[in-house]
């Protein structure tokens, strides 16, 4: 029984831990056969394990039993939380044993004695229920003794994994939630929290299968690849702290609202004041001329009008250029940056917008939405995690991070970061490039986007080795037969 004990305490696998309470109930009773049922949530028993000297156990399952079925032996024994022994079940009326005898009728086997057991957590819950069958000599106080020592230690055992992964699918669905909180916050980054950590897992297992390559010698760990898919859900924690209005924004002058409106407003409030300075000077003319020189009115108007229509036609064209260039549908050149410079319908900070060369944030916006991945590393960095998931902060706060030094927040480089950050980094891109579903951007084929990739393995952005490794291997095509439209899908 101390043997016993201290092999249940070192288990750490669920299924490993069900087929040693089994075997060793079936030792220690000197029974033929054994069966272990487990309480699932919906009041049911769910079949594990079967187990018998006399029978090829690995042909034998049973099917799942309702507790609300009191007449059987095993939900009985749950229900009213009792050991039940029944030395022979042909002698037995107060339990429906046509299961077992429908079993018997099957296999050949002859079932007479069953003792049943319940399993307990730390609530007095029943967890499981162990049926131990046909012992060599009917069960005596001594077995039921036996029996009971182990239940108490495997119940203590079983309710330990149980809390653990409940545990764990707690903490699995928290991080979910919070990776779908940010894509709801965030319309047009389309699902990227749900979609990374599925590259990320593909490229991480692609790696562990290379075996000709550098990776050759990398094998990731379930521990590891767990470690791995909690920081890609992580990865982009931080922009809970981000405005939205930088998140969401696709046009230069957009903040809260896109202040070309404002603008076109004010271009059509010049132009009225052109309209009523001509008007005025109409007026004037008529003031300042006699009425016998009236009907000279039409060639002197004209040339008024003709005057009002080319100062309308120039700020026609000049709000065009603006409104090009805020859409970022315009090469910003020296001369067009001359042309935005010499508006004085614009203020200071809106001409900065609308001369930005790339992209639509200005340096002060770029660092608030890079900022968030300090916050992801701050935020990560406060969780108590458990020793395997220690790296997880490093790992979901480093996929920014260049391999020249060259990225943001830290500018660390390739010695510096470890392997499971340059995977992440990676999916990062190849998802962010190819994602169907972004409002601001065409959705690009798959030859482009391998293309921006390997400039930017050129350029010391992203890791070479691995890039290779996710095109041979071709980690990305499950995921983009899932994801991407047909017509993207072009190599």
Avoid at 93 to 121: C, H, W
Avoid at 190 to 195: D, Y
Avoid at 291 to 306: R, W
Avoid at 413 to 419: A, I, R, Y
């Amino acid at each position: 029984m101390t043997e016993i004990g201290i092999a249940l305490s070192e288990v750490r696998d669920t299924s490993v831990l069900l087929k040693k309470i089994l075997t060793d109930a079936k030792e220690l009773t000197r029974s033929d056969g054994a069966t272990v049922y487990t309480v699932t949530g919906d009041r049911k028993l769910h079949f594990e394990l079967f187990f018998s000297d006399t029978l090829d156990s690995s042909k034998i399952h049973l099917k799942d039993l309702s507790l609300d079925m009191d007449n059987s032996i095993a939900c009985y024994a749950v229900n009213h939380k009792k050991i039940i022994n029944i030395p022979d079940i042909e002698q037995e009326s107060e339990f429906d044993f046509s299961g077992a005898k429908q079993f018997d009728e099957q296999t050949g086997y002859r079932t007479q004695a069953v003792l049943t057991i319940p399993l307990f957590n730390h609530e007095e819950e029943v967890v499981a229920v162990l049926q131990l069958i046909n012992p060599i000599e009917a069960y005596g106080e001594q077995d039921i003794e036996f029996v009971q020592a182990l239940a108490s230690q495997a119940s203590i055992a079983l309710s330990h994994h149980f809390l653990i992964q409940e545990l764990k699918a707690l903490f699995r669905s928290l991080i979910r939630m919070i990776a779908e909180a940010i894509d709801e916050k965030s319309p047009s980054t389309g699902h990227h929290g749900r979609r990374v950590p599925i590259l990320t897992r593909a490229i991480a297992e692609s790696v562990s299968d290379d075996k000709e390559g550098v990776f050759k010698e990398v094998h990731f760990s379930d521990a590891e690849l767990d470690e791995l898919d909690v920081a890609a859900f992580l990865h982009d924690a931080g922009k809970i702290t981000t405005p939205v209005h930088l998140i969401e924004k696709s046009r230069k002058l957009e903040t809260i609202f896109d202040r070309i409106k404002l603008i076109e407003e004010q271009f059509e409030h010049h132009k009225c004041v052109l309209e009523n300075q001509i008007l005025k000077r109409k007026l004037a003319w008529f003031e300042e001329h006699a009425p016998q020189e009236f009907e000279k009115a039409g060639h002197a108007f004209s040339q008024l009008d003709e005057e009002m229509k080319q100062k309308a036609s120039q700020l026609d064209e000049q709000l065009a250029l603006l409104q090009k260039s805020n859409e970022g549908s315009l090469q910003i050149t020296d001369a067009i940056k001359n042309k935005i410079q010499s508006r004085d319908l614009l203020s200071a900070e809106e001409i900065d917008a609308l001369c930005i060369e790339r992209g639509n944030l200005t340096a002060q916006e770029r660092q608030v939405i890079e900022h968030h991945i300090v916050m992801t590393h701050k935020m990560l960095s406060q969780l108590k995690f458990p020793k395997d998931l220690k790296r997880v902060p490093e790992i979901a706060s480093s996929h920014h991070e260049h391999l020249d030094g060259t990225g943001y927040p830290r500018g660390l480089t390739k010695e510096q970061l470890s392997l499971q950050a340059r995977i992440l980094a990676i999916a990062d891109v190849f998802e962010a490039l190819s994602a169907p579903d972004r409002s601001y951007k065409k959705p690009l084929p798959l030859s482009q986007v391998f293309q921006i990739m390997q400039q930017k393995v050129e350029r010391g952005h992203l890791d070479g080795d691995l890039f290779e490794v996710f095109l041979k291997k071709k980690a990305y095509l499950p995921y983009a037969r899932d994801f991407l439209a047909p017509e993207q899908i072009d190599v």
